[in-house]
């Protein structure tokens, strides 16, 4: 990817960057949004996204691009641990 891209110095560590940022972001409007939208819409619409701008990474030609879509992944990949995590008991472990 390095090579095909044309990255320089530590643009593939800034991409892995991106990916965090967009996760870290993503978790204070879902937070909210999961509130007031139900459950059953919003997570299938979130795997959807997800999975979309996951396959649309192989089309990207400029680090700008790459850099977006690699946001747009990790914004979309943020999970409602806390809401589905109370579904597991301490009996369940």
Do not use: C
């Amino acid at each position: 990817m390095k090579e095909e891209l044309g990255f320089r110095g530590n643009e593939l560590v800034e991409l892995q960057t991106m990916y965090t940022v967009g996760a870290v972001v993503g978790m204070i409007p879902f937070m909210f949004i999961f509130t007031y939208v139900p459950m059953y819409w919003t997570i299938p619409a979130m795997d959807i996204l997800w999975g979309l701008f996951t396959l649309l990474q192989y089309r990207a030609h400029s680090f700008g691009e790459m850099a977006a879509y690699r946001f747009l992944v990790g914004f979309f990949e943020v999970r409602p641990a806390p809401i589905e995590s109370r579904h597991y008991g301490i009996a369940d472990q």
